[in-house]
């Protein structure tokens, strides 16, 4: 178990603890990955450097700065960095907080939120119902309760036949093909596919793509490449054209919320 002077790194020692919130700081290279897993209490991810993606059997999500996803208990999901990340995970009592998000979501840090986790860090892993760590803790949950949710993911397929056309474009979100033309890799019609991406993701094979690119526009932006270098790359012929469609999406523009 984690004591009060030395923090563990394991996650599973801070499953069954008598603290509603508890907190840990872990930091990894660009490009590892943390294999599917999943842990017996709900966990808020963030990273004070970096940008993670967080992967399910059926939605990936991506985590940029001044965000955090919530992963409630029982959820498998595996995550993979993109740039050095120093993260920040708590891993919270939801039978012992009064609101959380109703399923898995990425929450917008304000700077308190940010402040709060980090000070959290600092404090006794046992903390008491009357210390600063037990009110730090009161003040997380206050903020997850008030944290804004950020559009942030996207579906991802079950059938086969839709599964070979989205496992080519998340490779290479730029490609230009249309549907049509990728009907003969899924191995089904242009109709067909079209009824798929309607009934498995909720939206049309268009908007499934620009969502996808975006996520991975974010990840250039993160890494601190010039706005009107990645509109030109995912094929805008302006960054102001760029910027107007990616705020549409994302929620928010890349020059005030995501780019260096």
Request: charged share 20%.
């Amino acid at each position: 178990m984690p004591s009060k002077n030395k923090r563990s790194t394991d996650p599973s020692d801070y499953q069954d603890l008598p603290q509603a919130i508890a907190a840990i700081s872990k930091s990894y290279q660009d490009g590892f990955v943390i294999p599917a897993h999943e842990h017996r209490r709900d966990q808020l991810l963030y990273a004070t450097h970096g940008i993670m993606r967080l992967r399910t059997a059926r939605a990936a999500w991506i985590v940029p700065r001044d965000s955090a996803v919530y992963i409630p208990s029982g959820t498998t999901h595996s995550i993979s960095m993109h740039s050095n990340v120093d993260m920040r995970s708590l891993y919270i009592d939801s039978g012992a907080i009064s609101k959380t998000p109703r399923g898995l979501t990425v929450l917008a840090v304000s700077s308190l939120f940010r402040e709060l986790i980090l000070a959290l860090i600092d404090e006794p892993v046992d903390y008491n119902s009357d210390s600063r760590g037990h009110s730090i803790a009161k003040m997380i949950e206050w903020e997850i309760g008030r944290a804004p949710e950020l559009s942030l993911n996207y579906p991802l397929p079950g059938d086969p036949r839709l599964q070979r056309l989205c496992a080519g474009l998340l490779a290479n979100p730029a490609d230009r093909r249309t549907l049509e033309d990728w009907s003969e890799v899924a191995g089904a019609s242009t109709r067909t596919l079209a009824r798929l991406f309607d009934r498995e993701l909720g939206m049309s094979f268009n908007r499934w793509r620009q969502r996808v690119r975006f996520h991975n526009a974010l990840e250039a932006l993160a890494r601190g490449e010039a706005v009107a270098s990645v509109a030109h790359q995912h094929g805008y012929q302006s960054p102001s054209a760029f910027s107007a469609a990616f705020a549409k999406v994302m929620g928010q523009s890349p020059s005030k919320g995501f780019a260096n």
